[in-house]
């Protein structure tokens, strides 16, 4: 079993869609996120939610929602989405306590914006 | 705020030979966690190697082992005996110690190329 899953693994849109990306972990973390990887290859965090509440929000632009509807689940909608929304996106979870520090993460979900 | 510096874009190396990816982090905090992580082309995030701050000894997981220098704020990566395996993308690291420990802060990472 998938540790932390995200769908779908590839997404292709156009200018003005809005799409979402899915992302469920089974480790009874209590903490999840979500970073953006750019063209670059550059990781930054985006969101970051602990038992459902957003605890992290960096500066997205608002077309950006982050939906949590239990702890186990952490969704990422994106509305009126542009070019530079195409991007590798990636789910992650962690314990609140953890001895380790590690994030877990999903495989990355890659967005094209046509 | 942390910030991850890895200086080397893209890195070389033989197959068989070893070799060390560079990284600098500017921290106020004294405890901590770095991680190297692996990206290989699939883009999954493997976790290679962590150190705990307050541990002097580095951390070793087989053929890759770190040397870690708190007061100069350096973490470097040594890749034994590489492997064509080893090539894929190489990323610093750091996050909080404690409390909600908040987000990894990642470097901008270094490609590393194996050469048979």
């Known amino acids: 079993d998938t540790a932390v899953s995200q769908t779908p693994k590839y997404l292709v849109t156009q200018m003005g869609n809005d799409k979402s990306i899915k992302c469920e972990q089974n480790?009874?973390?209590?903490?999840m996120y979500w970073y953006k990887q750019d063209s670059k290859k550059f990781l930054k965090i985006m969101f970051s939610y602990n038992n459902k509440e957003l605890i992290i929000n960096e500066t997205v632009p608002n077309r950006f929602s982050p939906k949590s509807p239990d702890k186990a689940h952490l969704n990422l909608h994106i509305n009126s989405l542009e070019l530079g929304d195409s991007a590798v996106y990636f789910c992650?979870?962690?314990?609140?306590?953890?001895?380790?520090?590690?994030?877990?993460f999903g495989e990355g979900s890659r967005l094209t914006v046509l | 705020a942390q910030t991850v510096t890895q200086s080397q874009p893209e890195m070389s190396v033989q197959e068989a030979e070893t070799v060390t990816l560079s990284c600098t982090y500017d921290t106020s905090e004294s405890d901590y966690y770095l991680f190297w992580y692996k990206q290989p082309p699939s883009r999954q995030m493997i976790l290679v190697i962590r150190q705990e701050a307050y541990k002097q000894q580095n951390a070793t997981e087989n053929r890759f082992s770190v040397n870690f220098q708190k007061a100069a704020k350096s973490f470097s990566l040594k890749i034994s005996d590489s492997q064509l395996g080893d090539a894929a993308m190489y990323f610093c690291?750091?996050?909080?110690?404690?409390?909600?420990?908040?987000?990894?802060?990642f470097g901008k990472g270094t490609k590393l190329s194996v050469k048979p």
């Open positions: 992650a979870s962690s314990p609140a306590d953890s001895h380790t520090g590690e994030l877990f």
């Open positions: 480790l009874g973390h209590d903490t």
């Open positions: 690291a750091y996050r909080s110690y404690g409390g909600s420990q908040g987000n990894l802060i």
